[in-house]
């Protein structure tokens, strides 16, 4: 079976906006700068858009040197510099993990425009996944997400609805899979890619949430709660897409055609 990428996307800062590109380069933690920065409370918990919504609204680019975050919640966008330094200890979901601290003034950019103390941290170190063998930056717990346009085709139809696919925030938009066809995909390979499959991606409020307004509505995860919930690892999780790892690495790009089996 033949998928072609219909679009990518990299998340330069965890739970803000995507950066949508023609051309990503696969490595193993994922698609290059995804998941790279995180804003941590003071304690060193990460910040989600499960209890700031608001984080939707920063739209980060990161060219490997700086980082540029525009938004409409600031008079003028954050320019800054990326920093080494000694790392320092954090969390995803109480998960330990590292990250270099990149200052006051991102520091007091991001508490001024979200309006709660908070600092930005780059990732540093590494983190296993739980399944698969894999290694990953801030991402929740896989490097790679992956959904299909017709099985968000299928929801929206299910719900008289017009839901864009940057409510689910996937690294990788597949077409020619079908409705769904992604659930039964173990292995994606390219001319220069190859990424497994290994578990169902679970689905948060984050979903309810306007990418564009950051407004939040008890839609789409209770539609999806209706026919797309089942029992993973014994525990009972709304799935709607894959998460996976990279086996082989190089260069993805929008209109690759991808083996699927």
């Excluded at 939040?216 to 525990?235: N, W």
């Amino acid at each position: 079976m033949i998928a072609v990428v219909a679009a990518l996307n990299v998340f330069p800062i965890k739970s803000a906006g995507a950066v949508p590109v023609a051309e990503a380069e696969l490595s193993p933690d994922g698609l290059r700068h995804d998941r790279e920065f995180m804003l941590v409370r003071p304690d060193g918990r990460h910040l989600s858009q499960r209890e700031v919504p608001e984080l939707a609204l920063l739209h980060p680019g990161f060219d490997g040197e700086k980082l540029v975050v525009h938004t409409a919640l600031a008079a003028a966008p954050l320019i800054c510099a990326a920093v080494d330094g000694p790392a320092r200890d954090v969390t995803v979901h109480r998960r330990p993990c590292q990250g270099v601290d990149q200052g006051d003034e991102a520091a007091g950019w991001f508490s001024e425009t979200l309006g709660l103390p908070c600092r930005l941290v780059r990732f540093t170190g590494t983190r296993p996944t739980a399944l698969g063998g894999g290694t990953l930056t801030y991402a929740d717990g896989y490097p790679v997400s992956v959904l299909s346009d017709e099985s968000l085709d299928d929801l929206n139809r299910r719900m008289g609805a017009r839901l864009p696919m940057a409510r689910f925030r996937p690294n990788i938009v597949l077409r020619g899979l079908g409705p769904y066809g992604e659930d039964s995909v173990t292995r994606l390979r390219g001319d220069q890619v190859d990424i497994e499959l290994v578990r169902p991606c679970g689905r948060c409020v984050i979903v309810n949430t306007d990418q564009d307004t950051a407004r939040r509505s008890p839609e789409p995860l209770r539609a999806l709660a209706r026919y797309r919930a089942e029992r993973f690892d014994g525990t009972r999780e709304i799935m709607f897409g894959r998460l996976g790892v990279p086996r082989a690495l190089g260069a993805l790009r929008v209109g690759d055609e991808l083996t699927a089996s």
